[in-house]
Every structure is written in C-alpha cells, then in structure tokens.
C-alpha cells in the first residue's frame, strides 16, 4: 500500500528490512516553529492552527524543504493528517523515523506514542492501540539544542558555518513511514557470513508472546539454496544454511568491490493459520580481517583507495533529493578509481548502503561527534552509536566502525587514563556488539586500542610525503600533523596502517576554508594529487589512504566534486593515478 500525498521516495526506505505492506508519509506536513517552547503546555497535539508547511523529509534550513531558513531554532512541530483503515491493512501498525534531529516526540489522535533521543539512528513506534479507522492525525515535536553534549557531526553549534562545520539540521530528516503487520512481527533480523566454513547463521528476534513458526529462506539469483523452518513460542531463534560453492575454481560468489554478489533473504513469521509479518534482505558472504599487519578480504590482502564523503548536497543538506544521488555518487566514485569512502561524521541513509552493498563500495561508517567530555555526552554517544550498529549490522559494505575521530569530545585523551578508558570503552562495545568488523577507536592520531592504525596528514605533497614517511616506524612513535599519533602509554604494534585522512586542496581563486595553499588550477591540481597518491603507494608499510574529499561543502572548498556533485577535474586522470600499482 502506498500513500497517494506527495512523496518524495518511490521505493522502500530501509531494502536490508523490507516490507511489501507500507505507506509512505513523505511529502507535505504542516509545519511551525516554537522558540519559546510553549507547544506542550498549550496542548498543540490537539488543537493548534498551523503557519506553515514543509516537504518531508528535507530539515528546514534546506532549499528543498520549502522553508529554507537557517537560524536558530531549538524546536519545531510537524503535523499531517493520514487516511488508515486498520482493518484492511494489517492487525498492527508501526510508525517509522530513519532520523529525526535530536530529541523527538510522536503523538497520534492527540495520544503520546512515544520520543526518542538521537540524531542519527532510525526509530519506530507501535501506534496501533491510538489508531482510528479513517483519517488519523500524527504530530512530531524535535528539540534541537547548540549543546556540545549531543552527539552532532559537522552541524555547527555557533551562529554562522566555519571552517569545516556546516549549517545545523533539526528535525526530520529521513523518510518517515508507517509498516502494517501482524499481531507478531519481526524486531530484529542479524546476519552473519562465514566463508571458512561456507555457511549463513540468520538470528531473527520479533515482537509477540504466541507460539509461531519462522521460515527462512535464502536464495542467489533466483535459485533456491536452503529452507529453514523453526516453531517456538521464544522470541528469538536461529537458522543456519550452507552455503554451497558455486563453482570449484573461482569463488563467484564472495562479495567484494569488483564482484558484489548479493544473496536474497525472505524470513516469513507466521502461525498454522495466519501470516503475520515477512521481512526480505540480503547479504554478502564477506570476511574482513587483519593477518600479518595486513587487511584482508575474503582471506585476500584488501588496498584500500577510499575518500572522504560527508554527504551534503547544496539545496537539500544531509537530505539526498533521490536514491539516483546515491547512485550517482557511488558510479562516479568507482570510476575515479576508488573502491570504498569513509562516510565522514555521518551516518547515512539505509538506501546509500543499499546501493553501496549492491554496486561493490567499500564503507567506513563513523559516529558524528559529540564536542564535550561529560557523563551525559558519554551515555548520548554509547546509546546512540549501539543503535546504529544494530541497524546497519547485516550491510557487506561496511568493513569498519570508527566511534572516534581526531580527539573530538575527547580533547585530554593523549594523558587523560578516563578518557582513554571511555575510548577503550567504545573499542570494545563495538566488537561485543559486532565482532566481525574492524574498528578504528580514534581515527587520525592520540589512538588507544584499535584494529587499525590510522593517521591523517594534511601537512605534505608528494615529495615531502617520501621524505616524511621514509622512517614511517619513526613516525609513529611521534607526530604527523602536530599530533601524537599515540596516546600516551600507547604504542605502534603492528597494526595496518592507512592513511585515512590527507589532500584537501583547492582549485583556484576560491573563497573558503581548506587546507594548505590553493592550486592555481586544474592541471596543478592533476599533477599534485598524482604525486601525492604515487608518494602513498611507494610506501610499503600503509596499507590504503583516504583522500579528503568528494565533494566541496558550503565553504569548505576542496571536493574533486563541485557541491552539486560535478566533476571539477577530469575524472579520467584521478583513475589514472589511482590505478597506480602499490610498490
């Protein structure tokens, strides 16, 4: 079932969890602002005369939301009216957020359905006990404060855009939905890949207290591979397949950047009578890791060519306008010649790791910054980041979790053993919560434990690169951009090592912020980036870089994309350094 409003997506929002029986409320929402905060007290749930309006799920300081401001506003109310028969479309119904800016609350009929803390991570509630057959009125209120506290990336906590922080974005800001099932539906469903042993263990958890039986059925290309069927009245159960080789040479079904082979999953809850939810995804069999100071995929050693993405658009923020943006971006990605990005100080839409899991791109997912060290920073980054995990846990792309980066919110961690141990903290939670991906704990200097050791130099061009780097185990042991690279009482201990922040050089007279001088134009850019790249690769001991960055972003000025994501150099030649073979 499909809302008829406006809309802006066509396609389900999360395709590793899909549904067939949804209705999509993007599009127009009535809309006002409440800077004084009074909403609550005067009751606008269920009676308030709306000033505005504003197009799902764009944040109104985009162009596209239709409201284009951007001035503070520390709360704003949504309103629409939404046309559910419950009896023709499931027994219950669940309302979904991919993202709502930072503090939210759901009311439906004028009824509390719920809040939810956390910018960046998906939520949903089950209003179906506050649902009336016909029309029904949904309210979101979100707060959206300037604290340090909160967990928020790039979005700028002063009045204007500086240096490399951009305008805010409150509220909603990923699709919203609303899912019809049974009276027992799936909660959960995690998968885990072993190419050693060539199996699948699919562990599904769901909603309900009656005896059901889960079908779990995996399938490649059509083809029927295995059929699992468990009966239980527990809420959690666990299917396990082999997978069978395809082929006795070549291993075509392992996915990978140059081979993303997807294998389908359809898991269907029911009881003898009923059906009562079905759930379709998707996985990989995919194994990231480290043997020998070396990362590897798929038991084969893995050059990383990453770049940095923060994905931001001009007209719509942190909003992509289309799926076709993610399309887009990931193509042009790969024809630059790069085989993964690490998505920098954002987690992006389910829809990007759809398209990057299915057209072969390598992902670095990081958790946006809070700027403080306080107890209730450190519980909003935990709570949030586990979230996220759990959400993109089933994703192929996605090879590392990175909770930290360049000391953010952790300002004293060199010799603070407290802020150490919350570092250490997240390490580990990261790996109880998923052990089969690396984890980068404070990606670019002052590292405790990590998986990976990761540096970022923004301080050098080809021929001081070589220089700099000759003595790299030297290096390590000290700085690389007026930074220790390790906190103190840390050590260098044979970690891969990537070079996973450096470039970020303008083109031209241009008025913003980057890094170094400008390059006069775009046949000096060409020559610098060829330098630098081919000075990286010389390098025996860095295992991969990650060049800063796509795209340029407001005033940061130093995208090999413009910030509509146009070429500004000739793409052709950023390939040609890249396929430079690794010495």
């Known amino acids: 079932m499909k809302n008829k409003s406006n809309t802006v997506n066509t396609t389900y929002p999360r395709p590793d969890f899909c549904r067939t029986t949804w209705m999509d409320l993007n599009g127009c929402w009535e809309f006002d602002f409440d800077d004084m905060q009074q909403g609550e007290l005067q009751n606008w749930p269920l009676s308030h005369v709306y000033q505005k309006t504003i197009t799902v799920p764009f944040c109104f300081q985009s162009a596209k939301s239709g409201i284009h401001d951007t001035s503070y506003h520390p709360c704003v109310w949504y309103h629409r009216t939404v046309d559910i028969q419950p009896g023709e479309t499931g027994t219950r119904a669940l309302l979904h957020f991919g993202a709502v800016d930072y503090h939210a609350k759901v009311w439906v009929n004028g009824a509390f359905a719920g809040e939810h803390y956390g910018g960046h991570s998906s939520f949903y509630l089950d209003i179906t006990g506050k649902l009336a057959n016909g029309s029904n009125e949904v309210t979101v209120m979100a707060e959206d404060t300037k604290s340090c506290e909160q967990p928020r990336g790039k979005q700028i906590w002063g009045c204007q855009p500086e240096r490399c922080w951009y305008t805010e974005t409150t509220g909603i800001w990923q699709p919203v939905w609303i899912d019809f099932v049974g009276n027992s539906y799936f909660e959960s469903i995690h998968i885990l890949t072993d190419i050693d042993k060539r199996s699948v263990e699919i562990s599904a958890c769901w909603f309900g207290n009656q005896e059901t039986t889960v079908e779990c059925r995996v399938s490649f290309h059509g083809k029927l591979l295995g059929n699992v069927r468990r009966t239980t009245s527990e809420r959690t159960t666990k299917c396990l397949l082999e997978i069978p080789e395809i082929d006795p040479i070549e291993e075509f079904h392992y996915w990978s950047p140059d081979n993303p082979m997807l294998f389908d999953v359809q898991m269907v809850l029911r009881t003898e009578q009923d059906i009562l939810d079905c759930v379709s995804s998707y996985f990989g069999m995919r194994k990231i890791s480290v043997e020998n100071g070396k990362i590897m995929l798929n038991n084969r050693p893995l050059y990383q060519k990453l770049i940095l993405d923060q994905g931001y658009w001009a007209d719509s923020l942190m909003t992509a306008t289309s799926e076709e943006d993610f399309i887009s971006d990931i193509k042009i990605i790969k024809k630059m010649g790069f085989n993964g990005v690490r998505m920098h100080q954002k987690i992006e839409d389910p829809r990007f790791l759809y398209w990057?899991?299915?057209?072969?791109?390598?992902?670095?997912?990081?958790?946006?910054?809070?700027?403080?060290?306080?107890?209730?920073?450190?519980?909003?980054?935990?709570?949030?980041?586990?979230?996220?995990?759990?959400?993109?846990?089933?994703?192929?792309?996605?090879?590392?979790?990175?909770?930290?980066?360049?000391?953010?919110?952790?300002?004293?961690?060199?010799?603070?053993?407290?802020?150490?141990?919350?570092?250490?903290?997240?390490?580990?939670?990261?790996?109880?919560?998923?052990?089969?991906?690396?984890?980068?704990?404070?990606?670019?200097?002052?590292?405790?434990?990590?998986?990976?050791?990761?540096?970022?130099?923004?301080?050098?061009?080809?021929?001081?690169?070589?220089?700099?780097?000759?003595?790299?185990?030297?290096?390590?042991?000290?700085?690389?951009?007026?930074?220790?690279?390790?906190?103190?009482?840390?050590?260098?201990?044979?970690?891969?090592?990537?070079?996973?922040?450096?470039?970020?050089?303008?083109?031209?007279?241009?008025?913003?912020?980057?890094?170094?001088?400008?390059?006069?134009?775009?046949?000096?850019?060409?020559?610098?980036?060829?330098?630098?790249?081919?000075?990286?690769?010389?390098?025996?001991?860095?295992?991969?870089?990650?060049?800063?960055q796509l795209t340029d972003v407001m005033q940061e000025k130093n995208g090999l994309l413009d910030e509509n994501h146009c070429p500004k150099i000739d793409i052709k030649e950023v390939a040609k350094s890249n396929r430079i073979v690794q010495q």
């Open 356 to 548: 990057a899991d299915k057209l072969g791109l390598l992902v670095w997912e990081e958790m946006p910054s809070a700027y403080v060290f306080s107890e209730q920073a450190v519980t909003n980054v935990i709570s949030e980041w586990q979230e996220i995990i759990r959400r993109d846990y089933n994703h192929p792309s996605i090879i590392v979790w990175a909770p930290l980066n360049e000391s953010w919110g952790v300002r004293n961690i060199y010799s603070s053993e407290q802020q150490q141990n919350y570092a250490k903290t997240l390490y580990y939670l990261t790996k109880t919560i998923d052990p089969t991906r690396l984890v980068s704990t404070n990606d670019g200097w002052e590292q405790v434990t990590s998986d990976i050791c990761s540096v970022h130099d923004y301080w050098v061009n080809g021929e001081s690169m070589v220089e700099k780097y000759a003595d790299l185990k030297s290096l390590l042991a000290s700085s690389a951009q007026g930074k220790m690279l390790y906190a103190k009482g840390y050590a260098w201990k044979g970690e891969p090592i990537i070079l996973s922040e450096f470039g970020g050089r303008a083109i031209g007279k241009v008025d913003g912020w980057g890094y170094s001088s400008n390059l006069d134009s775009t046949e000096s850019f060409t020559q610098h980036y060829g330098s630098l790249i081919q000075a990286v690769l010389q390098n025996p001991l860095i295992q991969g870089f990650c060049y800063t």
